[in-house]
Nanobody
Framework: QVQFVESGGGLVQPGGSLRLSCAASGIVFSIYNMGWYRQAPGKQRELVALISSEWSTKYLDSVKGRFTISRDNAKNTVYLQMNSLKPEDTAVYYC?????????WGQGTQVTVSS
């Protein structure tokens, strides 16, 4: 059974920082591509950042230079460091594990950027 424990979301002021964590179990973590997606109210879910099993990364254009994705295979955990947060970053953020086009999703964590 695949399970994720996501943490780190919350309310932050514009310009602030948050670090999301997603600890996975039930998969061989190191062979999965890990991603963070987000979904704002009334909008489609979008890929924010991805780190492959081979450690390559890619980012949504609007978060480049502000967000950093990383993984710790020894802890079966993927992280998303979010700096210089903006109100438009407000969304539910979901952890995703993908291999051979099969996805497993976390339950989501709310990030709200507001003064």
């Amino acid at each position: 059974q695949v399970q994720f424990v996501e943490s780190g979301g919350g309310l932050v002021q514009p310009g602030g920082s948050l670090r999301l964590s997603c600890a996975a179990s039930g998969i061989v973590f190191s062979i999965y591509n890990m991603g963070w997606y987000r979904q704002a109210p009334g909008k489609q879910r979008e890929l924010v950042a991805l780190i492959s099993s081979e450690w390559s990364t890619k980012y949504l254009d609007s978060v480049k230079g502000r967000f950093t994705i990383s993984r710790d295979n020894a802890k079966n955990t993927v992280y998303l460091q979010m700096n210089s947060l903006k109100p438009e970053d407000t969304a539910v953020y979901y952890c995703d594990a993908e291999r051979a086009s099969i996805h497993y999703w976390g339950q989501g964590t709310q990030v709200t950027v507001s003064s």
